[in-house]
C-alpha cells in the first residue's frame, strides 16, 4: 500500500511515547495523527491494516483511516479523533480520588475484551509471538529459555482477544464511550497475558516511570492495580493470590522490554522466579 504524503504543518504536537509521536489536525477536529519514529516504515503500516481488521469485528476502538508519510520521511496512520477524550492513566493522575471508579470501569472493559472470540486465522497466537521473542533474547542462558518456553507451553489455549499492550494509558473515554487504542500487538490467547502488563505498569515499574509516562505516583498506581485486580478477578480472591499468578505473565513482558532496550532488565525479570528456580 501506498502511503498518502501529507505535511506536518497541518497539524500540532500533543503527546508522545516509546514509539513515536500523536497530533492533532489544526483544522478538522475528527482527525489526529499517530506518527512513527524515523526509519519506522513497516510497522505503522502493519499496525494500520491490523487496526482495521480489530475494527471491523466490534472491539471499541477509534476507527482508522489512512497510511501516511511526511515531507521528512516519517510514517504514520491517521485515525477518527474521539473529541474530548481522555485516558484512563490521564484522569487516574489528575483525579487521584477517583481511581477506584476508573479501575473498576477499565476492569470491566478488559473483562468484555477477554470475552470476545475471534477467528484466529486472520490474527496471531499470543503462544507464537513469545516464542520468536524468546528465541531471539541473547540475554538468557539456553536453561533458562528452556523453563520459560515450557511455561508457555503449559498456559491453556484460547481464542479470545487480546490487545498485547493492555495498560491504562491505551484506553480512552469520552461521551460516555469507551475505546481501546494502540493496537498493533492485539492478537489471541490466555488473558492473563494481558494482565500482567498491567501489573508491570503498577506494580513493577519505578515511581520515576510511572509518574512520566502515566501521570501519577506510584502510590496511585497500587491503588489502580488493586481495585482492577478485585473487580477483573473477584472479591473472593485473595490480592496475593491474584499477585502470585499474575507475576510470571509479568515478567515474560521483560522479553519485549529487553527486546527493546538491549539490555538485560533484572527488575523485571525477579517476576520470573517461580518459572527459572
Avoid at 508522545?16 to 505503522?44: A, R
Avoid at 491453556?156 to 499492550?165: K, L, V
Wanted: hydrophobic content about 35%; aromatic content about 14%; charged content about 30%.
Amino acid at each position: 500500500m501506498e502511503a498518502i504524503k501529507i505535511s506536518l504543518d497541518d497539524y500540532v504536537l500533543f503527546g508522545g511515547g516509546f514509539n513515536g509521536e500523536s497530533y492533532d489536525h489544526k483544522t478538522d477536529p475528527l482527525v489526529m495523527l499517530k506518527l512513527y519514529l524515523p526509519g519506522k516504515i513497516q510497522q505503522p503500516l502493519d499496525e494500520m491494516m491490523l487496526a482495521r481488521k480489530v475494527y471491523e469485528i466490534g472491539i471499541p476502538t477509534p476507527e482508522p483511516g489512512e497510511y501516511v508519510v511526511t515531507e521528512d520521511g516519517r510514517y504514520g496512520i491517521r485515525f477518527r479523533r474521539i473529541p474530548g477524550k481522555v485516558s484512563y492513566s490521564r484522569a487516574t493522575g489528575d483525579h487521584p480520588e477517583k481511581v477506584q471508579l476508573y479501575a473498576e470501569e477499565f476492569a470491566q472493559m478488559c473483562l468484555q475484551l477477554h470475552a470476545t472470540r475471534i477467528n484466529t486465522r486472520d490474527f496471531e497466537n499470543v503462544k507464537d509471538r513469545y516464542y520468536r521473542l524468546l528465541a531471539e533474547n541473547p540475554f538468557f542462558t539456553l536453561s533458562e529459555k528452556d523453563k520459560i518456553g515450557k511455561f508457555i507451553a503449559d498456559v491453556p489455549d484460547t481464542d479470545t482477544a487480546i490487545h498485547g499492550d493492555l495498560q491504562f494509558s491505551n484506553a480512552i473515554f469520552a461521551n460516555g464511550k469507551r475505546y481501546f487504542i494502540d493496537l498493533g500487538d492485539f492478537c489471541y490467547g490466555y488473558p492473563l497475558f494481558d494482565i500482567g502488563m498491567m501489573y508491570l505498569c503498577c506494580i513493577l515499574d519505578s515511581e520515576n516511570y510511572i509518574y512520566e509516562y502515566f501521570h501519577m505516583h506510584k502510590e496511585t498506581a497500587v491503588k489502580f492495580w488493586e481495585a482492577f485486580a478485585h473487580t477483573y478477578f473477584g472479591r473472593d480472591r485473595s490480592l496475593k493470590d491474584i499477585e502470585e499468578e499474575i507475576k510470571p505473565f509479568a515478567g515474560l513482558k521483560t522479553l519485549i522490554i529487553e527486546r527493546d532496550t538491549k539490555c538485560p532488565m533484572h527488575t523485571f525479570r525477579a517476576a520470573l522466579d517461580r518459572i527459572l528456580k
